[in-house]
């Protein structure tokens, strides 16, 4: 960490007391709101934390991130205090086979939390990509992500958002044909992280507990209905990057396990995970 945190007012620090306030409530599902100045990473201390046997509802923050990951063992890094670097730990009393749900029901919730805050056109790519429409030829940009990881019958759900990055801040992309990274500063968004990351953790408690009583079923609680009114990936024509090989079709639906199902020259495929790539 570099000097106080104070030298870059444009970028204030987040404070535990304040976070708290209305998050941990007696009857909610936040028990703690910690924020800590660097770590390696949120998602690696929260599973150590629920190895140690850390109950439901921790919520861990950090200004910097040394050893950032997103999907695919992919490297995540921001300036400090730039961004929303965030895991929770939850325990979800749901059927194992509806789990593969909790970084889409994150997906929803990160979403919503943004069109309330300050609507500038937030989009799902599935499974776990967060878009902002751009100006550009490529019409998006990507601006958060999200990773989930099983840790000693919990789940940790990690995200990292781009708030205040500016154009030379932000890596170029890892692949020509990705999305660029973006944040919601460049997409003319308010970058005060205080009440997103409010806006955040209330949207995950509303989704996590309509979806918990509805014992993970997506489409009893709506979840299923709300990720594809936000996932641009549906009706696109993608191509998945899979161990056996490459695949090219169309994005047609997700099903009840939150699978992506495409339709290619060889069939129907129903993919749990992969690396998707919109064609354009």
């Given amino acids: 960490m570099t000097g106080s945190p104070y030298t870059d007012l444009s970028r204030p620090p987040l404070r535990e007391a304040v976070l708290s306030r209305g998050l941990v409530v007696s009857?909610?599902?936040?028990?703690e709101v910690r924020v800590v100045a660097e770590t390696?990473?949120?998602?690696?201390?929260?599973?150590?934390?629920?190895?140690?046997?850390?109950g439901q509802g921790l919520v861990l923050i950090a200004e910097r991130q040394r050893a950032g990951r997103g999907r695919?063992?992919?490297?995540?890094?921001?300036?400090?205090?730039?961004a929303i670097t965030m895991s929770v730990l939850l325990r979800p009393p749901v059927p194992p086979s509806r789990l593969g749900w909790l970084p889409l029901l994150a997906g929803v919730a990160l979403v919503s939390a943004i069109d309330r805050v300050d609507r500038v056109g937030a989009h799902l790519k599935w499974p776990n990509d967060l878009l902002l429409a751009l100006p550009s030829p490529l019409g998006y940009g990507k601006a958060a992500g999200i990773l989930a990881e099983?840790?000693?019958?919990?789940v940790v759900v990690g995200m990292g958002l781009n708030v205040s990055q500016r154009a030379d801040e932000l890596p170029p992309p890892s692949d020509p044909r990705a999305y660029p990274p973006t944040s919601l500063g460049l997409a003319g968004a308010?970058?005060?992280?205080?009440?997103?990351?409010?806006?955040?953790?209330?949207?995950?408690?509303?989704?996590?507990?309509?979806?918990?009583?509805?014992?993970?079923d997506p489409d009893a609680c709506g979840l299923r209905e709300a990720y594809r009114s936000h996932c641009v990936t549906i009706g696109r024509e993608v191509e998945v990057s899979l161990p056996s090989g490459d695949i090219t079709g169309t994005a047609t639906?997700?099903?009840?396990?939150?699978?992506?199902?495409?339709?290619?020259?060889?069939?129907?495929?129903?993919?749990?995970?992969?690396?998707?790539?919109?064609?354009?």
């Fill in 27 to 31: 009857d909610g599902l936040w028990t």
């Fill in 40 to 54: 390696g990473s949120t998602n690696a201390d929260l599973a150590e934390a629920a190895r140690s046997g850390a």
């Fill in 72 to 82: 695919l063992d992919r490297s995540w890094q921001a300036p400090e205090r730039a």
């Fill in 150 to 154: 099983a840790a000693n019958g919990a």
């Fill in 190 to 216: 308010a970058t005060d992280r205080v009440p997103l990351v409010r806006a955040i953790l209330r949207a995950l408690e509303d989704w996590y507990g309509r979806w918990c009583d509805a014992s993970g």
């Fill in 253 to 280: 639906d997700i099903d009840e396990d939150g699978r992506l199902l495409v339709v290619a020259s060889d069939g129907v495929h129903t993919l749990a995970a992969g690396d998707v790539r919109h064609v354009r």
